[in-house]
């Protein structure tokens, strides 16, 4: 891989990520919780986010070893939501916010994607249709409704009272899903691969990326 390229995509993982996770903080803010701007995640500063894991080591272990799909996470951002005004409405919100921020991301990548002309560098279009690609496994993937990810926060939100409690109990393999669900071969990929492999091959198609 181009250096040049290799270092672009480190940028946009972290940008990703870590605006995934502020805008998670962003929208708690909102229904009354201060808990992320008290402990300063309210910032694109990517030193209060870094994961050693999510943020650094994995992103750069699935570059080195060629994997199709590259992923990676920041530091969550702490949220209390006995602290929102509407307990039921603020798990939505805030779990939803993240998602909305890397669809948005991708959609932007993609306008400026067919708005580059012809002779711009191909470095710059790689780049581009790279962050189209991340954002939307990282929209996708926390859409998937499995503790701890943000789709198990948004159908939690909607359930009666005794099912969120009886849902919430998945919580504690919900790990142990998930590591099956990425782990489990299905034919040359993973359920997830998979399930991702598809969402990417649709949306080129609709939003015209090749």
Same mark, same amino acid.
């Given at each position: 891989m181009v250096p040049a390229l290799f270092a672009l995509i480190i940028v946009i993982i972290l940008f990703s990520v870590i605006l995934h996770e502020v805008m998670h903080g962003y929208m708690a803010l909102r229904f009354g919780d201060h808990t992320a701007e008290y402990a300063g995640r309210l910032t694109l500063n990517p030193l209060p986010h870094i994961d050693p894991i999510g943020t650094v080591l994995l992103p750069l272990l699935l570059i080195i070893t060629g994997s199709p799909v590259l992923f990676g996470w920041a530091k969550p951002v702490p949220v209390n939501p006995y602290n929102f005004r509407d307990l039921r409405k603020g798990e939505f919100f805030v779990s939803i916010a993240g998602i909305l921020a890397n669809l948005g991301l991708a959609l932007l990548a993609a306008l400026l994607f067919h708005l580059a002309l012809p002779s711009d560098n191909s470095l710059i279009l790689n780049a581009l249709g790279f962050a189209v690609d991340i954002n939307l496994i =990282?929209?996708?993937f926390n859409l998937i409704p499995i503790p701890p990810l943000d789709g198990s926060k948004i159908v939690l939100s909607f359930l009666p009272p005794k099912l969120a409690i009886q849902f919430q109990q998945i919580e504690r393999y919900g790990l142990f899903i998930l590591l099956f669900l990425l782990l489990i071969p299905v @034919?040359? +990929? +993973? $359920? $997830? @691969?998979? =399930? =991702?492999g598809q969402v990417l091959q649709f949306a080129h198609l609709v939003l015209g990326i090749q």
């Open positions: =990282l929209a996708v @034919g040359r +990929t +993973t $359920i $997830i @691969g998979f =399930l =991702l």
